[in-house]
């Protein structure tokens, strides 16, 4: 162990800051062409269905559930910088092929699938950066680190809405470059701004990235592979083993966390249109205004909670995180009485959908079938009466919705960053590329299971057994939360080397 020069200091936060653009980066490739998906698939593909893109949508986690662990595993025994330059060029590549599933003359849907999938395989470096930042920082360090990343991916989510909104103004036709069979429209344009973007990330990997690894008392070591390492000779400070338990518990709550985050992005399309008679355009704008706030918000949260951290400890603030987002959820429960208008099963052409309503007077309606076209076709909206719940279960109001989604936005930001944080320090100074890989594959699984959960829980039995469940697997987490509570502490810590 060294003093750190000055010179290691201002090296080691460019690296750390190439990390932050990573994960940006990493999360633009997910959002960016999200919103535009379905309509390029249909547009390509006619045969493909709505369940078929449920698939396309999962394969980018399954991509980064089977990657993370490996690019991980491959940190811990080689520079960072080689799995990292791989896993961006994997997306690079995977964009550009997404650019060309238009060319074959059958079997797109399947190309676009293999192009999400080798996308959310790249993004597997997620692992690599976490674990990067964690062997790059000192334990005060730490909390502020792992929340700017956080804050970085969450900004690269909501930009990236944005970004394929921008592109949108070149139409569905766009410019075609028949040399390289190349047609740059509102749907290929922003996945080749995204390998654009990586291509720039491996530049900056390449000139500005260097391995720094810090003890939690911020002294200098050699790299993370140092010979030293490679011999077989350990660290003084790396001796001990890891608190398995610990780390177990840690992987469980983060699953829970990003799964019920999963159900909250997923849900609020169909729940707003059962409870409110929004239609799909309206759902999916509103909705999207709402989910925009929230990621405001949660940027916010990344920022605040790192001074807030320093005062209370990230246990405590995990814990009252995992509150958050349990009121949240109960708050979504139906308590009132009112039913949700009812949307009648048969709908034919040139006929008005009727719907249950105490509040709705018949001459409306009326009004409304004069004023239409005998061939125009009104889009059902309403409760579908396929789903028997709507019959007895009280609608959920308006502002029981509104306030859910601001204390699940405020709750979900703190468990996040709180995970992150406690996983590194539990790990230690040992090289943590394959715990992280774990750790990013749990929350991978729980973004693949939670939309499975809630389709079939909500659709079946509606919202009052779906958020019921939700808030029961929240108060399991708090009780394992209770229980590991004073095994959650820094690995220095753990064996006296430091104060907590």
């Known amino acids: 162990d060294v003093v750190e020069t000055q010179e290691h200091y201002k090296s080691r936060w460019r690296s750390i800051w190439i990390m932050y653009l990573t994960m940006f980066l990493s999360s633009v490739g997910f959002s960016i062409v999200i919103m535009s998906v379905w309509p390029y698939l249909q547009k390509i593909d006619p045969t493909a269905d709505a369940s078929f893109l449920g698939w396309i949508i999962a394969s980018y986690s399954i991509g980064q559930m089977v990657a993370s662990p490996l ?22 590549a995977a964009n550009c092929l997404y650019a060309y599933v238009h060319v074959p003359h059958s079997q797109n849907k399947y190309y676009m699938l293999t192009a999400r999938a080798l996308v ?37 989510f909501i930009l990236g809405p944005v970004f394929q909104t921008c592109f949108t103004l070149i139409g569905e036709e766009g410019v075609t470059w028949k040399l390289v069979h190349l047609q740059l429209n509102m749907y290929t344009a922003p996945v080749l701004f995204g390998a654009l973007l990586g291509v720039i990330n491996i530049i900056l ?9 810090v003890d939690d008392m911020g002294r200098q ?17 790396a001796e001990g083993n890891v608190d398995h338990v610990a780390v177990v518990a840690i992987n ?5 966390i990003l799964f019920v985050f999963a159900v909250f992005e997923t849900i609020a399309t169909p729940l707003t249109m059962d409870m409110y008679s929004w239609t799909r355009k309206e759902a999916v704008f509103y909705n999207g205004i709402i989910l925009s706030v929230v990621g405001i918000e949660s940027v916010i949260v990344f920022m605040v909670v790192k001074t807030l951290s320093k005062k209370t400890g990230e246990r405590a603030i995990l814990h009252g995180g995992l509150l958050i987002v349990l009121v949240g959820f109960f708050i979504l429960l139906p308590w009132g009485k009112k039913l949700p208008n009812i949307q009648w099963q048969e709908i034919k052409n040139n ?12 001459p409306f309606w009326s009004l409304q079938a004069m004023q239409l076209p005998s061939n125009h076709t009104v889009e059902p909206v309403g409760c579908p009466v396929t789903q ?27 468990c996040n960053v709180m995970s992150y944080t406690l996983y590194s320090k539990i790990l230690g100074p040992k090289p943590q590329g394959v715990y992280m890989g774990w750790l990013t594959a749990s929350g991978s699984g729980a973004r693949i299971l939670g939309p499975v959960f809630v389709s079939q829980i909500y ?38 080397r430091m104060q907590e």
Request: aromatic share 12%.
């Open 388 to 414: 028997s719940w709507c019959l007895n279960t009280p609608m959920i109001y308006l502002a029981q919705y509104i306030s859910s989604d601001i204390l699940i936005g405020l709750g979900y930001p703190v």
């Open 221 to 237: 070591y050699k790299s993370i592979n140092s010979e030293r390492e490679e011999s077989g000779v350990l660290d003084q400070d």
């Open 351 to 362: 006929s008005i959908p009727r719907t249950i309503s105490t509040e709705m007077l018949m």
């Open 120 to 156: 959310g395989f790249g993004a597997g470096n997620v692992a690599v950066v976490r674990s990067y930042i964690a062997g790059a920082t000192s334990l005060t360090e730490r909390t502020s680190a792992m929340a700017n990343t956080s804050a970085c991916q969450a900004v690269g």
């Open 252 to 256: 469980f709550l983060f699953f829970v």
């Open 205 to 213: 990997i390449f000139v500005i990235f260097r391995d720094h690894r």
């Open 459 to 496: 659709t079946h039995l509606g919202p009052r057994w779906a958020f019921s469940l939700i808030c029961g697997v929240v108060v399991v987490s708090l009780l394992l939360l209770e229980i590991v509570y004073k095994r959650l502490i820094a690995f220095s810590v753990r064996y006296g």
């Open 71 to 92: 690019f991980g595993l491959w940190s811990n025994y080689r520079p960072r910088r080689e799995p990292l330059v791989v896993s961006t060029a994997i997306s690079v």
